[in-house]
């Protein structure tokens, strides 16, 4: 059964770069979609992007500009960057696995979590 | 953009009641609509996709209908497990999640 799991800082400035990855065990992340889907305390889900194993990627257009989410499939792991973050950032971040193989607009497999607060 | 919205927000409901929960598209989706469970504190979980597929290992008192712009989630008899809050997802290019509805105990 494939796992996966966020890691990465839980306090981040105002300003600086959010920086998170997830690590996929159990399978492959290779003919798969991948995406990182947010939760702000107390709301509901926000998708933030998505790629494929090899490297292409679609991201939210009210965040397109401050997204990039990549992979290093030797390490069957895929990354999250959102830049110029702000208090409004603040939330759990998921990754998630497609259901597939190849296309498939809906997640399967999700993560636990991780809490990113957004503060000085 | 494409906006999601469901109703109700908020639903009371009993052990074994038959409950349904709408979710609306601003425009055509055609099928490309998914429903989640999340309990509190965890990762939602996938019910449906495509509208009407039930995912496996899913009960299947979980059924999903309807295509274009409405489609509906129905628990045919609720069980303890199914208090929770529940999530349509569609998908047009982009994703977009509906706000939610919360099932909670009467």
């Known amino acids: 059964q494939v796992q996966l799991q966020e890691s990465g800082p839980g306090l981040v400035k105002p300003s600086e770069t959010l920086s998170l990855t997830c690590t996929v065990s159990?399978?492959?992340?290779?003919?798969?979609?991948w995406s990182w889907i947010r939760q702000p305390p107390g709301k509901g889900l926000e998708w933030v992007g998505y790629m494929y194993y090899s490297g292409n990627t679609n991201y939210n257009p009210s965040l397109k500009s401050r997204v990039t989410i990549s992979v290093d499939t030797s390490k069957n792991q895929f990354s999250l960057k959102l830049s110029s973050v702000t208090a409004a950032d603040t939330a759990v971040y998921y990754c998630a696995r497609h259901k597939g193989p190849s296309w498939f607009p809906n997640f399967q497999h999700w993560g636990q979590g991780s809490l990113v607060t957004v503060s000085s | 953009d494409i906006q999601m919205t469901q109703s109700p927000s908020t639903l009371s409901a009993s052990v074994g009641d038959r409950v349904t929960i709408t979710c609306r598209a601003s425009q055509s989706i055609s099928r490309w609509l998914a429903w989640y469970q999340q309990v509190a504190g965890k990762a939602p979980k996938l019910l449906i996709y495509?509208?009407?597929n039930l995912e496996s290992g899913v009960p299947s008192r979980f059924s999903g209908s309807g295509s274009g712009t409405e489609f509906t989630l129905t628990i045919s008899s609720l069980q303890p497990d199914d208090f929770a809050t529940y999530y349509c997802?569609?998908?047009?290019?982009?994703?977009?999640f509906g706000p939610g509805t919360k099932v909670d105990i009467k």
């Open positions: 997802q569609q998908y047009n290019g982009y994703f977009t």
């Open positions: 159990g399978g492959s992340i290779s003919n798969y979609y």
């Open positions: 495509d509208a009407s």
